[in-house]
């Protein structure tokens, strides 16, 4: 059963122009992520949000940037998308502790034209 | 930096046969080790995890882990159709914001 939940499923959108995605969980979780899963299925972490403190990839360009407004949400803009940034992004979150698991959400799959 | 690589790319097993799947890491010290299951429909899932030496069985699938030979596996037993899917290796040295996947196994399970 879903507990984690992303919208929209899919977004076709133009070079330049701004995107944001929306994640939402509700298992009462402190940690938050956002991940992109490129065209070889290749996952990268691109955030992680605990208590307000935030982990950057420092390979993460800046027209990326995560947002939230309590612990249960964590959206993601991207200001002015580039073709590199077609991708599934997926949401995932966990409770404290190194040996907790991941749940991810469907995942939102952006094309840039 | 964290390499975990996997292997093989693509595997298709007979419904029943034992599937077995590969992972290798690069960072000895790495001691939390996930596999993932991921269908087009239902996301990714995780099937089990492990962090020491040895085997740990979720159901039908069996991790076993041997850090010193920087090689994590992943066994599902009796396989079904509805166990296709790509399957993903999830390799951190200290915990969920550092995990690194490798780039998937894709599974084919034909009856």
């Known amino acids: 059963e879903t507990a984690v939940f992303q919208t929209p499923n899919y977004h076709v959108t133009q070079v330049g122009n701004e995107v944001s995605f929306n994640c939402k969980q509700t298992l009462g979780h402190d940690t938050m992520y956002w991940y992109k899963q490129d065209s070889k299925k290749l996952l990268k972490i691109m955030f992680s949000y605990n208590n307000k403190q935030l982990i950057v990839n420092e390979t993460v360009p800046r027209r990326f940037s995560p947002q939230s407004s309590d612990k249960a949400h964590l959206n993601l803009r991207i200001k002015s998308v580039e073709p590199e940034d077609s991708a599934v992004y997926l949401c995932?979150?966990?409770?404290?502790?190194?040996?907790?698991?991941?749940?991810f959400g469907h995942g939102t799959k952006l094309s840039v034209l | 930096q964290q390499k975990v690589q996997q292997s093989p790319e693509s595997l298709t097993v007979s419904e029943g046969a034992m599937a077995s799947l590969n992972c290798t890491f690069s960072d000895g010290t790495s001691n939390n080790f996930r596999w993932y299951r991921q269908h087009s429909a239902k996301g990714l899932e995780v099937l089990v995890s492990?962090?020491?030496?040895g085997e740990k069985e979720e159901g039908r699938f069996t991790a076993h882990l041997n850090r010193a030979n920087l090689h994590v596996s992943l066994h599902i037993r009796e396989p079904q159709p509805s166990d296709s899917a790509v399957y993903l290796c999830?390799?951190?040295?200290?915990?969920?914001?550092?995990?690194?996947f490798g780039a998937g196994t894709r599974l084919k399970v034909i009856a």
């Open positions: 995932a979150s966990s409770s404290q502790g190194a040996h907790e698991r991941l749940f």
């Open positions: 492990i962090f020491s030496d």
């Open positions: 999830a390799v951190s040295p200290t915990g969920n914001y550092k995990y690194v």
